[in-house]
């Protein structure tokens, strides 16, 4: 009896301290999971580049780090936006703010249609940004230019692809194959190009603009997006839920996103402004880079600090 007593005072020994020893893993384990979520939401997160918009600067195949503590992270229903529900996007602390010349990740604000702005989760573009809430931007003959200056935050080798880009439509061929001439918001009255585009002034939260028609075809989807609401044209204005309006107050920093590739960049030259709260985050650094067709890994490009 003494043997079997021990033998059951030892069996109920080691099943508390497996027991005790898996409540540690879990716990360990749940801290190791809180840790890493908290960081993709407000730290960092890892973004694949899959095409050419961005060379030279990042190609496709580099993985790139975006600094969340930048803007600040964003906090929102991610049910609501897996529906394709409305929602708000709330945003914490953030220690700086957006400049010209910053590389952003964002959701790309026209998953389904270029007619309205939407949401996709799992839709995220990589651009530079050229232009800030306030400013007014053109380009003149491939230049980009701001407040009718130059714009000079571009690196050599991406200034080297605007002079080419300027050759090509006006010395050289009128078109060439894969370049797309009309831009936003494609409409003959404004007539934009890609290299003869604006002025084009970019709203900041708590501008009142008139809406004349050329800011109605400029401005009617950020307007809709905001009021939820339908902008129409009548012959004697705009008329926003049947209701004249005669000048807009605008609840939104917007920007505006130009790819690095000017020949082969789907950006803002073609699908208009960006809201602020759509930004993730700031690319700061590519922590993993592989050629995507043999699968090695790019040395000389890890841990490059973005530019």
């Known amino acids: 009896m003494k043997t079997m007593n021990k033998s059951g005072t030892d069996m109920r ?3 508390q301290h497996t027991l005790r020893l898996l409540d540690r893993t879990v716990s360990v384990g749940l801290w190791l999971v809180g840790g890493w979520v908290f960081t ?4 960092f997160a890892s973004y694949n580049i899959p095409s050419s918009s961005m060379k030279p600067t990042l190609f496709p195949g580099d993985y790139i780090l975006a600094d969340k503590t930048y803007l600040g992270a964003r906090i929102f229903n991610l049910q609501a936006s897996i529906e394709h529900k409305p929602f708000k996007i709330y945003r914490v602390w953030g220690r700086n703010q957006l400049k010209a010349g910053d590389i952003t ?20 573009y990589v651009k530079r940004c050229v232009g800030l809430p306030g400013d ?3 380009i003149d003959e491939g230049y980009y230019q701001i407040n009718g200056h130059p714009l000079t935050v571009f690196p050599s080798a991406v200034c080297h692809l605007h002079d080419s880009l300027h050759q090509v439509f006006t010395t050289g061929e009128k078109r060439i194959k894969g370049v797309s001439i009309n831009a936003y918001p494609k409409q003959k009255e404004i007539g934009w190009t890609t290299i003869n585009f604006g002025p084009f002034y970019i709203p900041r ?10 800011h109605f075809l400029l401005y009617r989807t950020l307007i809709e997006w905001e009021t939820g609401q339908k902008l129409i044209w009548h012959e004697d204005g705009a008329y926003l839920n049947e209701k004249k309006l005669v000048a807009y107050h605008f609840q939104e920093n917007y920007y505006f996103m130009a790819g690095d590739n000017v020949f082969d960049s789907v950006d803002s030259r073609y699908w208009g402004l960006l809201p602020e709260s759509y930004i993730a985050g700031k690319a700061v650094r590519i922590w993993q880079s592989k050629n995507r067709f043999t699968g090695d890994m790019n040395w000389d490009r890890v841990w490059k600090r973005i530019e």
């Open 13 to 15: 020994k080691w099943i």
């Open 205 to 214: 939260k708590g501008d009142y603009i008139t809406i004349s028609r050329q």
């Open 40 to 43: 993709i939401v407000f730290l």
């Open 105 to 124: 990740i964002f959701n790309y604000p026209y998953p389904q249609t270029r007619d309205s702005i939407g949401f996709d989760i799992l839709s995220y």
């Open 136 to 138: 007014s931007l053109s």
